[in-house]
């Protein structure tokens, strides 16, 4: 399916693919276990995120059902990196796609993830024609909760207890969103904390 070309811009922030250079900030992030807290994995080695990014730094189209494209996301100012997005390729018959994001905890507050997850639903709609985006998280998972609602997305199944995931179980919940939703969403504006040299 033809992405639109890389980096992708929004209003403050630069989604493109990741590149070896991004190991350091990479790492930072990953081996932290608040970063990691609803995931399935938990905090990784230095080895790990290595391994981790050169997994990354593949996954950059979607040719076939199943593929995924991980996107590193920049601060547009500073170049810094904040998280990551990913779109995956769930269904060709059923043109459905998922959406994710894993965001430094540094950054929460300022509106970064949603600004970065709403281009993937445009993306998703717009570019590539889709007729449903999903997300899939777990429950316990407030901050992510409140994302999706931003989008416009609704919440369509909870599972309770489906899942056992570092050494528990957990519920997940499933949110979505149809195209024919899509022009009448209203992503809320993100509130936006006061940020040295940023409005």
């Known amino acids: 399916m033809p992405l639109p070309p890389f980096p992708i811009k929004t209003r403050r922030l630069v989604l493109r693919p990741y590149a070896a250079e991004d190991a350091d900030q990479l790492y930072r992030a990953q081996s932290r276990e608040d970063v990691t807290q609803y995931l399935y994995w938990g905090p990784r080695t230095r080895e790990e995120a290595e391994v981790a ?91 992510s909760t409140r994302l999706l609602e931003r989008l416009g997305m609704r919440k369509e199944a909870h599972f309770v207890r489906n899942e056992f995931v570092r050494g528990r179980w957990a519920d997940e919940a499933v949110f979505a969103m149809l195209d024919s939703e899509w022009p009448s969403a209203r992503v809320a504006e993100p509130f936006v904390r006061g940020l040295p040299g940023h409005a």
Do not use: K
Request: charge should be negative; glycine fraction near 6%; avoid cysteine.
């Open 53 to 143: 990014l050169a997994d990354r730094m593949t996954r950059t189209a979607l040719t076939v059902e199943g593929d995924r494209v991980i996107l590193a996301v920049d601060l547009a100012d500073t170049g810094e990196l904040l998280g990551e997005v990913h779109l995956a390729w769930i269904s060709e018959e059923h043109r459905t796609v998922e959406i994710g994001y894993i965001f430094h905890p540094d950054y929460a507050g300022y509106g970064y993830a949603t600004e970065a997850a709403a281009q993937l639903v445009r993306i998703a709609f717009d570019d590539l024609d889709m007729h449903r985006v999903i997300a899939r998280l777990d429950a316990d998972n407030a901050a």
